[in-house]
């Protein structure tokens, strides 16, 4: 049978039908066995995976179960005909539901993927009271988010390496109570096995080789990809030999950082 490409960069729904394939793909069921176990058709989980058609929440959610994906089809799936997001992220949430390492830097505020509910809550409420984002925007980004974080809680979960600036642990989000608790999440994520989390004090800050946001994946088969956002937009980068610079940069952010945080039992 002729599998036809698709490119997850060209629209949310597109984004969503690759991450579809990719998962199925891996628990190594056809289109007809998903359609049986989530009670739709192998046709119409073509038309999913190939970008021709919205799915209703109902078929995804069946869909995370049946492929123990935890939500994280869920969360793209929120993205479809909204606009509440940067260009190029659709595809980056594809990409990284499947990848099976995940390095992130951030400066100002604890990463997305990090983030508690009520912290992530908070940040948007200040977007909403700037009017940078609507009401109902700030609650699509929130639910997002969430899809985002499923994967940490599979069986098997990615490795996760934050190297946050120390900006993001001093920073004030919503009120004291909220960050220490978002500060005591972060502890806590650090405890498993498959986390590592580095913090570069302000008084290295001029050995940060990034200036903005920046996440690298190793996927499933090797393969890097790189992820970036200025104000305006976001940009995945799939060519190897830039996506290798970034990465010999995030290995010397991580030597320059203080050393991993491994809290008592």
Sequence with gaps: MRINELDPSSSPLAALGWQLRER?????????ELGALVNYTGAYVSMIENGKRRPPVEFIRAAD????????????????GHTAFHGGFPEYVGLESTARRIQV????IVPGIAQTEEYARALEAGYVERGSVTPEQAAERVGVLLGRQAPLYLPNPPELHLALDESCIRTVIGS?????????WLIELA??????????????GAKRPFTHMTILLT????????????????????ERESVMGWLDEYHRLQIEALPRLTPSC
């Design 176 to 184: 004291p109570e909220v960050t220490m608790r978002q500060l005591d």
């Design 219 to 238: 996927m499933a088969d090797g393969a890097l990809v790189g992820y970036t956002e200025t104000h305006q937009r976001g940009y995945v980068e799939h």
């Design 191 to 204: 405890a498993r096995p498959n986390v590592v989390l580095q913090v570069v004090p302000f008084a290295r």
């Design 65 to 80: 179960r049946a492929l123990g994906a935890a939500g994280a089809l869920e969360g793209t799936w929120w993205m479809i």
């Design 105 to 108: 830097w951030e400066a100002g």
């Design 24 to 32: 199925r793909q891996q628990q190594r069921l056809t289109q007809d």
